[in-house]
Nanobody, 120 residues
Framework: QVQLVESGGGLVQAGGSLRLSCAAS????????MGWYRQAPGKQRELVAS???????NCADSVKGRFTISRDNAKNAVYLQMNSLKPEDTAVYYC??????????????WGQGTQVTVSS
């Protein structure tokens, strides 16, 4: 079972920056894709950015050029650098990890979420 703990959320003015961190712990054979999702009030959870174990990133169009995802495989950690934040980026941000357990089964884990609020 892989546990994910996020940190780095908070309140920031529009145009500001925040950096989210997520650390994975527990036992797993592998952690393949790690990523960030967000859910705003009244909206569905959506993918913000993901990154493979090989370092290939994928970002939603709405955040391209503003957000950067990175990963430290040695630390089982993933980061989201968010620049030029907009009020519409306000949401709860969730860390996600998917891979293969030591038993050979696929798994997907979620963090508890961290609030990001961007004021206008």
């Amino acid at each position: 079972q892989v546990q994910l703990v996020e940190s780095g959320g908070g309140l920031v003015q529009a145009g500001g920056s925040l950096r989210l961190s997520c650390a994975a712990s527990g036992v797993a054979f592998s952690i393949n894709t790690m990523g960030w999702y967000r859910q705003a009030p009244g909206k569905q959870r959506e993918l913000v950015a993901s990154i493979t174990s090989g370092g290939s990133p994928n970002c939603a169009d709405s955040v391209k050029g503003r957000f950067t995802i990175s990963r430290d495989n040695a630390k089982n950690a993933v980061y989201l650098q968010m620049n030029s934040l907009k009020p519409e980026d306000t949401a709860v941000y969730y860390c996600n990890a998917a891979g293969v357990s030591i038993r050979g089964n696929s798994y997907e884990s979620w963090g508890q979420g961290t609030q990001v609020t961007v004021s206008s």
